[in-house]
């Protein structure tokens, strides 16, 4: 599972220390709970648009193989930093990643993460931290060997996490740690508005940007090796969007038409309110999120696609708060869940939730399904979908609604005995998610 990064490093010609940037955003997840996707977009402010990537990297690199880091410190100190000195603890676990897991060059590495003690103001740090890189570097090779002996947290997942995937997939959890391991791919889908996916498959050979079309997807793309956003044909202008094939399936599934009404809950930060609108763009879309600084990216997406959607701030167990008495033609309900199955583009989810989270999600989920059912039309037309890959989210979820709702009828997602369609992460596939098609009779 080795990490590549080719940038080189260019943080000395500048006033910042990434890799001690790096460590502030590690502390501000790992202690006080907060998402690196929250973090990040703040601190790359700080940094060149080249050290951008590689922050992103040391930050996400370290939140996958986190248990290993741990483990190495703990072989090389006797006693951990804490307190006011665990933001150093960390800028150490940043050395050591980029010792094991980039390319950077070892001299480059250890100079720039040992300056870092400088920006945090702890100079007369530098030596312990040059001190403990050093002898990892040179019991290097052991520590590797050793740190993959399975007493170790080989799978670098949490242990009640571990053991909700083993139960809930004895057969392929293995698989499924393994991709959630992993970098994820790239994945692109074609706005059909613009052109067909054929076409813009055509335009990025063109560009010298190699990629696979996905034969049951069909506005999805993969990339052969992510690349900038900038450096993809017509990003700007809408005529494609970054969004894993998984997601994708949400709109295929709700099958929207012209002039239909449409709800879609849970919508920030509009990944799917645009697709829907791309697929049919003279429906009338509601985008609803309970989440403020998420709706604005709605509005950004919408506005870089040319596509428009009424757009509010809304609890989904509270629809007569905004849906004005009005029912739907088709609902999309993108609930808010544990992420279970998108763990590979947010390791910190593995850091961040708590096994206990799991039940309060489930009881969320329900209760904005139960609110939100009356809300569709007869005949009409609601996907419930999930980024998770835990039953209890999903299959249970879904029949115990129907049994619940018994005017709900399942569509061709799945059996009364397992509702629904569950994928689970593939190293070069899609994201784990879930997908139930429910019509009201
Ligand atoms: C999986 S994300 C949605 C992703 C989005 N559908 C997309 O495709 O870009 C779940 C969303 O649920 C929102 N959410 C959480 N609780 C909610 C509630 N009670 N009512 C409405 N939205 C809620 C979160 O703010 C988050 O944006």
Redesign the pocket.
Known sequence: MLTIVSSLDHTMKNTYNLRSIAAKAITQVLEQGQSLSTVLPELQQKVSDKDKALLQELCFGVMRVLPQLEWFISQLMEKPLKGKQRIFHYLIMVGIYQLTYTRIPAHAALAETVNGAINLKKPQLKGLINGVLRQFQRQQHELVEQSNNHDINPHLHPKWLLERIQNAYPQVWKDIVDANNQKPPMWLRVNQLHHTTDQYLTLLEEADIRAEMDINHPHAIRLVTPCPVNTLPGFEKGWVTI?DRS?QR?AELLAPSNGESIL??????????THILEVAPKSKVLA????EQ?IKR?NENLQRLNLHAVVKK????LPQEWAAGEQFDRI?L????S?TGVIRRHPDIKWLRRNEDINQLVT?QTE?LDAIWPYLKKNGTLVYA??SILPQENSEQISSFLKRHTDAILSETGTLESPGIQVVPEVTGGDGFFYARLIKQ
């Open positions: 969004q997601a949400c879609d809950l849970c919508a920030a930060p509009g990944g799917k309110t609803i999120d309970i989440d998420r709605v809304g609890d989904g167990r999309l993108d609930a808010p869940c992420a969320l904005i999930t980024c």
